[in-house]
């Protein structure tokens, strides 16, 4: 399998999330160096002196430091995470001018100073800051991904897994759409093992709304996080480690993360959340699946609210042509 031969990492943002994935990837054997960047310096060099207080007893002996946007030009990888948080009833999509700000500045500057690997994003609203880093980047599509309903995904599976009492491993279903309100399970694309979840449900008497419940407590999740402790970290900590860990190891693996749309599911020119191949180029391809009048009628409700929400709020801030 061929792997990225040069592996350092930018991580932008020092915050709970940024430091949460930063954490994780002390134990990822093989990384030669992790470069902290945030507009608070003495953040970045703070969490970078804390982080190497770790590395004796860790898996990995990266080199970590405290950088800048001139380290950008040898990063494989840039995950972008700096921006404002999610507070206590407040939408992801209420965030969206503040961090289209944010996110067009930073790839602005990472532009300038010639970065050329896979950017992974973060920042809320996940699926269009992607789309302001594609447009400010310049960079072909495959190389730039959301963090998309990956974190989704993971919440459904494990909820599933404790509902129907088998390994979340053997849970293959997917959260589709938006990183917000409006995504949706397509149930028909949903298997236990290799047999498909709606024969498990017949079978065995359990009802679809059941499961539908269970996808309304994952999707409602995050407020529920947020309210009890103010920030959710940890979980989009180790979604972000699957995402570099699939691209280091150019694992062809399947996950749904925001991408770029090209007619996969009748609809174009933007991000959102997909099953998508993830290899070291990035975005190998996006997984076409035939969804049924009610999934393909959930899809165009999530992408169309994620466009009119760049229509209203983004036209001042990147070009929209």
Request: proline content about 2%; glycine content about 8%; some cysteine.
């Amino acid at each position: 399998m061929e792997k990225i031969a040069k592996r350092k990492i930018m991580l932008i943002g020092t915050g709970m999330v940024g430091m949460s994935f930063a954490y994780t990837m002390l134990n990822e054997r093989g990384i030669d160096e992790l470069v902290l960047v945030d507009v608070n310096t003495d953040k970045a060099r703070g969490e970078a002196m804390d982080l190497n207080d770790g590395l004796v007893y860790a898996a990995s002996k990266m080199k970590i430091k405290a950088g800048s946007y001139e380290d950008a030009a040898d990063t494989d990888i840039c995950v972008l995470t700096a921006g404002a948080a999610q507070k206590p009833g407040q939408s992801r999509l209420e965030l969206v001018k503040i961090n289209a700000r944010i996110t067009k500045g930073v790839c602005e500057e990472l532009k300038k100073n010639n970065f050329r690997g896979i950017l992974i994003v973060a920042n809320n609203p996940a699926d269009i800051m992607t789309y302001v880093a594609y447009k400010t980047l310049g960079l072909p599509s495959n190389q730039i991904i959301g963090s998309g309903t990956v974190l989704d995904t993971a919440r459904l599976r494990h909820a599933l897994s404790e509902f129907l009492g088998f390994a979340d491993s053997n849970i293959h279903a997917y959260i589709m759409g938006e990183h917000g309100d409006s995504s949706f399970v397509p149930w028909i694309h949903s298997y236990i093992g290799c047999k498909s979840l709606l024969e498990y449900l017949d079978e065995n008497d359990i009802s679809l709304m059941e499961l539908q419940n269970i996808y309304i407590d994952v999707r409602d999740k995050a407020y529920k996080i947020i309210d009890l402790k103010r920030a959710t970290y940890y979980g989009i900590g180790y979604a972000l480690k699957r995402i570099v860990d699939a691209v280091l190891n150019n694992e062809h693996c399947i996950l749904p993360v925001s991408s770029y749309q090209n007619g996969e599911y009748d609809r174009t020119g933007l991000f959102i959340g997909t099953p998508t191949v993830i290899g070291s180029r990035g975005v190998e391809r996006v997984m076409s699946l035939p969804l049924n009048e009610n999934d393909q009628a959930r899809f165009n409700k999530s992408f169309d609210t994620l466009e009119a929400t760049i229509r209203e709020n983004l036209g001042d801030i990147i070009d929209l042509d």
